[in-house]
């Protein structure tokens, strides 16, 4: 599966993101509501609806509103849901009961809080975007199969190992901490683009 982000201000550059992600295959879309002083719930219904109707592929909507201004609560993803193109949310608000809520309404919830992920699973979000698993891959693997086979002593030992990365990256700037920690588990991803700027002496010290 290849999920691509093509989130925009306007409803017209999303829309041609969104057939160019399509066209070179895409087989889901991310988006995020219209962001920077953008409309209320009616007219990011109207954005979504206009991109649905230029493209095939599911879309998951992209809630992370300290950033995007504009909240996807459960209510307003179940009144979303009517649209045919949406399928699924990634639900980046830190909040536990957030993710429970959306996966009791029957939602395709995936978590995008790296230190909630192992809750996510007991809540029965349909899965998560993590940037620690850029570092901690086979451990990503060992939990969620621990999990699954219902070994949950072994899996919340596991989860607390890893849980330090997964904090640091909710409490420093997230996507350098996430190559950081790659590059220094041997995965060579460089650095962020500017104006993203690498982590100091001190946060690396934290990281490593």
Sequence with gaps: QLIVQTSAIRTEDAIE????AESIGATALLI???YFEGPGEAGVRWHFEQIGKAIKIPVMVYNIPQFSGFDITPEVFSRLREIDCIRYIKDSTANMLRIEQLAASGASVFNGCDYLNLYRLMAGGAGCFWGGANAMPKEAVRLYDLYRAGKLTEALALWRRMQPLNK????????SVAKASANL?????????RPVLPLTKDQLAAVR
């Design 17 to 20: 993101n969104s057939k160019h």
């Design 32 to 34: 995020l509501p219209p």
């Design 168 to 175: 640091l990256l909710w409490t420093l700037p997230f996507n």
């Design 185 to 193: 588990s041997g995965r060579i991803v460089g650095e962020c683009r």
